[in-house]
């Protein structure tokens, strides 16, 4: 079991930033995959940031440029570093973490919303 704990998500203007940070209960410098999703009412979930076994990182089209995941072996922490914000980007973003391919793992949930 891997428990994380997503924070950092508040009420920020267009044009801002935001730092998001996910903390695991277990070491993750072994994981599969280490990322970041997001979800707006009524749309499926869908993939922002990802660091592959290796330190291969891939990006959604919508974010690249903007945003910059990262992580802290150390501290078992995920980041998300978003800048340049709008308000497309208001959605509840979930960290993911997969130990294995075929084994996810997610946090709660933390909001974002961009205020135009």
């Known amino acids: 079991q891997v428990q994380l704990v997503e924070s950092g998500g508040t009420l920020v203007q267009s044009g801002g930033s935001l730092r998001l940070s996910c903390a695991a209960s277990?070491?993750?410098?072994?994981?599969?995959?280490v990322g970041w999703y997001r979800q707006v009412p009524g749309k499926q979930r869908e993939l922002v940031a990802a660091?592959?076994?290796?330190?291969?990182?891939n990006y959604a089209d919508f974010v690249k440029g903007r945003f910059t995941i990262s992580r802290d072996n150390a501290k078992n922490t995920v980041y998300l570093q978003m800048n340049s914000l709008t308000p497309e980007d208001t959605a509840v973003y979930y960290c993911?973490?997969?130990?294995?391919?075929?084994?996810?793992?997610w946090g709660q949930g933390t909001q974002v919303t961009v205020s135009s």
């Open positions: 993911n973490a997969d130990p294995f391919p075929n084994i996810h793992y």
């Open positions: 660091i592959i076994s290796g330190g291969t990182t």
């Open positions: 277990r070491r993750i410098s072994s994981f599969y995959a």
